[in-house]
């Protein structure tokens, strides 16, 4: 897969968090993990969308969600979004305001997603959390401030989406949303997650604030405030920071390996 060196890239927290109750999202030793989509809060608008149980994992499709909830999440249904089998990414950009910076988003920009990971064998690992990049959309299309259900190519193109899935029997909880797509030969689930740590930050990131991380001890509470918001990590054409890109790309492809990332 070949990348967009020149493309500005976004950063997005997805997944499960401690607002979730006892949901995590498993990685294992290997590198390998599960992003545990967040439960609908209004569960009976939407039965549309799939419960844990219907749900098949990344790494095992015989293998569902539900193995890693307890009983009382089991039969929740969830937003699964973003999703990676058309490279899809929704956000009511009216309701939340940490998702304000992406109404600048077009085709031609990267979105990054991060997620909250909890260490995993047989059961979780008690306090074993931090965040990592899962994957990216590489935008082709927008379907912005949706008003009314799409029909045609439209649905065909964005119709996938949790949002849209949703709405069918409920128009009205579109009203506000904005929908990504992604081109499918640029975007990518990661197989293996990337540590999005101080180390990462620090290495990867032009920040002006960077010394406040350079010079505290930065922990998980320290990140999660970080990517709380949606942020916009590169610009364009900014040549100060190209080399940061750069150090971020090659990160990315050390071990996922299919990713094309140029050595300089």
């Known amino acids: 897969m070949d990348i967009d060196l020149q493309a500005r890239v976004y950063l997005v927290n997805i997944g499960v968090n401690s607002n979730n109750g006892t949901i995590k999202s498993p990685i294992f030793s290997d590198g390998t993990f599960e992003v545990m989509p967040r439960p609908e809060a209004r569960s009976l608008w939407a039965p ?3 419960a844990y149980p219907k749900m098949s994992s990344y790494n095992d499709s015989d293998e569902p969600l539900s193995n890693y909830v307890s009983n009382r999440y089991r039969n929740v249904r969830v937003m699964d979004d973003p999703e990676f089998k058309t490279f899809t990414y929704g956000a009511n950009l009216e309701e939340s305001r940490y998702r304000k910076r992406l109404l600048d988003c077009r085709p031609g920009d990267y979105l990054f997603f991060v997620a909250l990971l909890s260490d995993y064998e047989d059961s979780f690992t008690l306090n074993e959390s931090a965040f990592y990049i899962v994957g990216f959309i590489y935008i082709m299309d927008i379907l912005p401030d949706i008003r009314v259900f799409p029909n045609g190519p439209e649905f065909v193109k964005f119709g996938h989406n949790a ?3 949703r709405a ?4 009205k909880t579109l009203k506000g949303l904005s929908i990504w797509k992604g081109d499918p030969s640029l975007s990518k689930r990661l197989k293996y997650a990337v540590p999005f740590d101080k ?3 620090l290495e990867n990131i032009p920040d002006h604030r960077r010394e ?3 010079n505290n001890d930065v922990g998980l509470r320290h990140i999660s405030h970080y990517v709380r918001s949606a942020r916009l990590i590169f610009e364009k054409k900014d040549s100060l ?3 940061k890109k750069l150090s971020w790309w090659q990160n990315i492809g050390q071990n996922n390996l299919d990713i094309n990332v140029p050595l300089n």
Do not use: A, G, K, M
Not at 168 to 171: A, D, I, L, Q, S
């Open 241 to 243: 920071s190209l080399h």
């Open 163 to 165: 949002y849209i899935r």
């Open 48 to 50: 549309t969308l799939p």
């Open 199 to 201: 180390e990462f930050i």
């Open 212 to 214: 406040n991380w350079l």
């Open 168 to 171: 069918v029997y409920h128009p």
